[in-house]
């Protein structure tokens, strides 16, 4: 398509009713009562759509409308939506914005057009309409096909299917008396055995070191204030308990602790008086 | 009667179908235009001919007509599915408490099983028909009673509840041991003496199937 | 097909007639007892053409089967008061536009109209069962993607998508594109200042194909 053919048609004139004309889907309600520009306006499913109604009045292929005179007929329908103070959405002036460039473009000679060239952009928007205009007539097809609960219908009284579950429960009887030996096991008393662990007090623990440290002015080891044939539980309890009464000497002043490094040692030694 | 329909068949044919009501012949004539009643009456008895065989049969009841199933293929439009299912582990203890303490009321199943019984579970027993209400006990809020039933006899092999075994037998049997031990014995634990008992029986209750079983060929 | 029907082609007509949806081979052949598919198809396709001429037909939509009047009654039949879900222009076109070029996203939708699409107006026919959620299309920003539903089939009288008017010569004057060179030419695209770039783009791409079948888009 050459730039001539674009501007082969001059502009025809703005009809601004029936806009309708072409839709057999179906439309929606409009409202009645304001301006008719207004109603225009609102009527519009966007600024491309406004443009494909428009495109639709040159009363011929898509392929073949005059892009310039398209233009026209926009830039002159948004001046008159201005000229009556009509909101116009964003949208459409963005589009009226994009065509007046268009325009000026495709009036400039070729060689002085920039890239995407105007002739491009304008096949480009063509397409667009073709595009957004071929998918309309396909919607309004398929919205006056023969269609269920208008034209078509199902029966009208169907009785229903239905599937009834019906479990069918098993159990075995070796469930059934574990069952209950589990029952009975859960909520039996019980009784419960507190077990006397052999452990050394404090009490003792304390006299135990303290006699130990009157024998000698020499530093001691923790470990032998212990129990030399202790069990195992009962060499814990003393350990703790030594501890203990070590802390309990150093506090009063009868004796002093050393360790030399973290977890190292721990020795104690009776101080003169 | 196999020849095409005609058109004023096929309109009847249509109408009835889609009709949400039977339809008399008065109907049916005045929905298709102020037909002629005779052509209608026509048109019907030949459509009651051509579905006579058919899974679908035109029929006339108190001089209104529609379409039907087919009488001998009722059992179509309502299909049974039997589905198999093990009862739970709740269920199964429930029913276990009606069967060796019948008959019992839901608060006295509670009160043995230590924990509250969900309705459906009772539901689920009396589905499988293995318990029935009976009665009401004559005490204070007349609780109603459960039991066992002949079915559940039957179905578990038994001639009588007196076949169920003793707590003797179950003793014996090692299934009234104590579910904390049997856990202990499970973890190989037998020195912790911190775990509080009431978390051990705990722990025990949710013991999937498979441990349980497990401990049961210990015994 | 005029001969007496048997016992599958009986039982798949009454199960159909008595089903309140379409029913797939499937569904039908589980409902009769696990029946083969094979024989339910075969059942399916002798019923269909002893259906044909009648005033009731047995049709395919969608995989699924019912029973529907024939097309020819619809000035019979039509009632008065519309039980057709009345939709909105933009409603209309975005239906068709998810049905033409599924599956699709909203940004698709609204590039090919050149307009924003309403909130409500994907939630009408979202509700009206004619379209569902795709999932989502793997493209930055995961944008959702609708598709049309089985129900939107069988409310127009579609087997299938390929059904749908003028799908092939939209096809071929390349005005169905995959919309997914959208994306790849937004990504590319970033000469254009004011209209959306995709689109554009997007138009370019089937730029060839057009020119060819110019009238063929002028159905």
Known sequence: MTQEELLIEGGRGTDLTGKDDDWIGIASDLPEDTSKLYIEVEGWEGPLDLLLDLARRQKVDLRQISILALVDQYLTYIDEAEALKLELAADYLVMAAWLAYLKSAMLLPKDEQEDPSAEELALRLQLRLARLGALREAAARLMGRDRIGRDIFTRGAPEGLRTDRKVQWTCDSYALIQGYGQVKARTAPKIYHVSDRPVMTLDSALERVSAMLGVTLEWMEIRDFLPPHAKPALRKSALASSFVAMLELAKNGQAELAQDDCYGDLRIRRLRQ | ?219
């Open chain 2, 1 to 219: 009667m196999s020849g095409q329909p005609d058109d004023v068949m096929r309109a009847v044919e249509a109408t009835l179908f889609a009709s949400e009501e039977p339809l008399s012949i008065d109907a049916l004539a005045r929905h298709l235009g102020d037909m002629e009643k005779p052509a209608v009456r026509d048109a019907l008895e030949a459509l009651a001919e051509h579905y006579a065989p058919r899974g679908v049969q035109l029929v006339e009841r108190g001089k209104r007509w529609h379409f039907e199933t087919a009488p001998d293929l009722a059992h179509i439009l309502r299909r049974e599915r039997e589905q198999v299912r093990r009862l739970s582990r709740a269920a199964t203890e429930v029913l276990a408490i009606v069967a060796y303490h019948e008959p019992v009321s839901r608060a006295e199943i509670e009160a043995i099983r230590g924990v509250q019984t969900a309705k459906g579970t009772l539901d689920v027993l009396l589905e499988a028909g293995w318990i029935k209400l009976a009665g009401r006990r004559e005490v204070p809020g007349r609780p109603i009673i459960y039991a066992t039933t002949p079915d559940f006899l039957d179905h578990f092999g038994l001639s009588s509840r007196k076949d169920l075994p003793g707590m003797d037998e179950l003793r014996a049997a090692g299934l009234l041991d104590p579910v904390d031990d049997v856990f202990q014995a499970l973890m190989g634990d037998d020195e912790d003496p911190d775990v509080d008992a009431s978390e051990e029986a705990e722990v025990g209750d949710s013991l999937p199937n498979d441990q349980e079983n497990a401990t049961d060929t210990n015994v």
